[in-house]
Structure formats: structure tokens, C-alpha cells
Nanobody, 114 residues
């Protein structure tokens, strides 16, 4: 019923920027709570950023000041703007929606390397 499709991952240099997109269907961005998680190699999945239906946001300490989560109701899409990327940001990034239950996208790989 809920489908989340991430895009925008890729290879970037340290200090660079990247914008991830999460296109949602079956859930309404601007009502549902949406979030980005990531899983770094050898580590468990962790919350990166979250945005409520009303637009309130919160971030992991490791990305505060560098990442910004936002939504576009017209496109029913959630974004994660990632600036000043570091090698430790390398991970698979997953979109999550709280819409009754919790739903996950397939993930998109972000690699930060020289």
C-alpha cells in the first residue's frame, strides 16, 4: 500500500553536496511523518533526520548543521540535502514513512571518497 522510492545517491568527494529524494505513494507527505535513516558498513541502522506532517524536524547530532530534511507536498516527495559530506557519511540511506505502520524504501548508496 505504501511505496517509497529513493534516488540521488552516488559518489561524491569529501566536502561535497548531494540531494536525496524519496518519492512516496500510498502515504501523504505533509501528513505522514517521514524520515531518513542510514546504515554504515558494520553498523546498525540509525536515524539521520525526521520531519513531521506539520514540518517539525529533528536531526542526529552527527549531521546537525550539514543536512536538511524537507518536503514538497505537490510532488509528494521528501528530500535530504547533504552538505559538507564526510567519509563517515558513507552508507546506504533509507526513506521511512510512519503511516499507520512503518514503511521502508529500498535504499540508495552514498559513497564519500577522494
Amino acid at each position: 500500500q505504501v511505496q517509497l522510492v529513493e534516488s540521488g545517491g552516488g559518489l561524491v568527494h569529501p566536502g561535497g553536496s548531494l540531494r536525496l529524494s524519496c518519492a512516496a505513494s500510498g502515504a501523504t507527505v505533509g501528513i505522514a511523518t517521514m524520515a531518513w535513516y542510514r546504515q554504515r558498513p558494520g553498523k546498525e541502522r540509525e536515524l539521520v533526520a525526521r520531519i513531521s506532517g506539520g514540518g517539525a524536524t529533528n536531526y542526529a547530532d552527527s549531521v546537525k548543521g550539514r543536512f536538511t530534511i524537507s518536503n514538497d507536498k505537490a510532488k509528494n516527495t521528501v528530500y535530504l540535502q547533504m552538505n559538507t559530506l564526510k567519509t563517515e557519511d558513507t552508507a546506504v540511506y533509507y526513506c521511512n514513512a510512519h503511516w499507520g505502520g512503518y514503511y521502508w524504501g529500498q535504499g540508495t548508496q552514498v559513497t564519500v571518497s577522494s
